[in-house]
Structure formats: C-alpha cells, structure tokens
Antibody
Framework: EVQLVESGGGLVKPGGSLRLSCAASGFTFSSYSMNWVRQAPGKGLEWVSSISSSSSYIYYADSVKGRFTISRDNAKNSLYLQMNSLRAEDTAVYYC??????????????WGQGTLVTVSS | SYVLTQPPSVSVAPGQTARITCGGNNIGSKSVHWYQQKPGQAPVLVVYDDSDRPSGIPERFSGSNSGNTATLTISRVEAGDEADYYCQVWDSSSDHREVFGGGTKLTVL
C-alpha cells in the first residue's frame, strides 16, 4: 500500500524557517517524481515545487522561488521542503504528492494527509 | 502563465447528473486531470488524462475535453459525492508548472 506521511509543520514567526519531511512507503520511491502542493485555509490547491526521481530536475512556483528548497533522499525514501523567509501568506496545509509522468501527461495519483504550517507573530 | 477557470459552485439533486467545467485556452490540446477533496481530507484523483479512471473510482465519474473546456461528469449523483473538485494540467512548456483550477464546490441538494 502506497503511503505518504508528512511531518514538520507548526507555528513559526514571519521571517522564520521550517523543514517539512515526507516519508514514503509501499512503492519504489526512486522511480517517481515527487511534488509539494499547498492549500491555504479555505482556499484552493496551489502547486509549490517538484523534483524528478534522480533530483536532476527541480521546479518552483514563482511564489516560493528563492525561499523554498525541495530535496529528496532516495536511500531514505524521503522528500523534504526547506522553507525560509516565511511569510503570512505561506500559511497552509502542505501535501506531498506522487506524480505519474507519461510524455506530456503528469498527474498526482497519491497524496499524503498534509501538515499544517502557520506563519504568525 | 496558464489559467484554469472553474465555476465556484454547482448544485444537483440526488440521482441527477452533475457537470463541472474547467476552462482554459485551447485546453483540448492538454491532458486534464480531476481531483475530489472532501472536508479535512487530502485530494483524491478521480479522472486522469481527460477521461480515464483510476482503479476504485466508480464508473459514474467520467471526463471529456475539447476546445477551450474540459468537463467532469458525475452521473447518478449521491450524497457522498458532495465535495470540492479541482481540475489540473501540467504545463510542460512553461517551466514545467502544475496548474490547478480554483475548485468547484459540488452541493447535493
């Protein structure tokens, strides 16, 4: 059974940092691109970042570029998101999601339950 | 950047058919995916590549995509289908961005 379990969320002051983790199990982690998607309270889904299976390709949404860093450790079946210079607008539930890629088709077939990040003084 | 437009809400009586649209410039040339999200839960993939269903998703869920509009159709709507629905495309030509629609709240009357 595929499982994605996020951790590391919490309350942080504006300008602070936080590191999220996503522990994967039930599939060959090193074969899949992984992503972070967030959802602000009462709002829709917003893609944050993606990393290819071997970490060769990394992409960010404009809203987090230069502040967030995605990484992965295939030996530990883990995905990470280092978040620096946090702002109030970064407050959201952060989901990790496995991505299926086929040519120009890409979709998220499994999601974790999410971890809440609250940025407030 | 690519924009996907969904109606904020759709209402339907039980047993009827719900249609949720997702508009985008020439979206028919892209592959569209749909997610269902119930309150307090993570999103669940219900349709991928315009019209394919993952295993475990009822046949009542179907999709189509043409021109500037993709549509998620839910037949014989049940109370348990009440949720938020999001469309998504992978804009591989624009810095490999994932794009989500704003979401549609489906209310079962």
């Amino acid at each position: 059974e595929v499982q994605l379990v996020e951790s590391g969320g919490g309350l942080v002051k504006p300008g602070g940092s936080l590191r999220l983790s996503c522990a994967a199990s039930g599939f060959t982690f090193s074969s899949y691109s992984m992503n972070w998607v967030r959802q602000a309270p009462g709002k829709g889904l917003e893609w944050v970042s993606s990393i290819s299976s071997s970490s060769s390709y990394i992409y960010y949404a404009d809203s987090v570029k230069g502040r967030f860093t995605i990484s992965r450790d295939n030996a530990k079946n883990s995905l990470y998101l280092q978040m620096n210079s946090l702002r109030a607008e970064d407050t959201a539930v952060y989901y990790c999601a496995r991505k299926v890629e086929m040519a120009t088709i890409g979709f998220f077939d499994y999601w974790g339950q999410g971890t809440l990040v609250t940025v407030s003084s | 950047s690519y924009v996907l437009t969904q109606p904020p809400s759709v209402s339907v009586a039980p047993g009827q058919t719900a249609r949720i649209t997702c508009g985008g410039n020439n979206i028919g040339s892209k592959s569209v995916h749909w997610y269902q999200q119930k309150p307090g839960q993570a999103p669940v993939l219900v349709v991928y590549d315009d019209s394919d269903r993952p295993s475990g998703i009822p046949e009542r869920f179907s999709g189509s995509n043409s021109g500037n509009t993709a549509t998620l159709t839910i037949s014989r709507v049940e109370a348990g289908d009440e949720a938020d629905y999001y469309c998504q495309v992978w804009d591989s030509s624009s810095d490999h961005r994932e794009v989500f629609g704003g979401g549609t709240k489906l209310t079962v009357l």
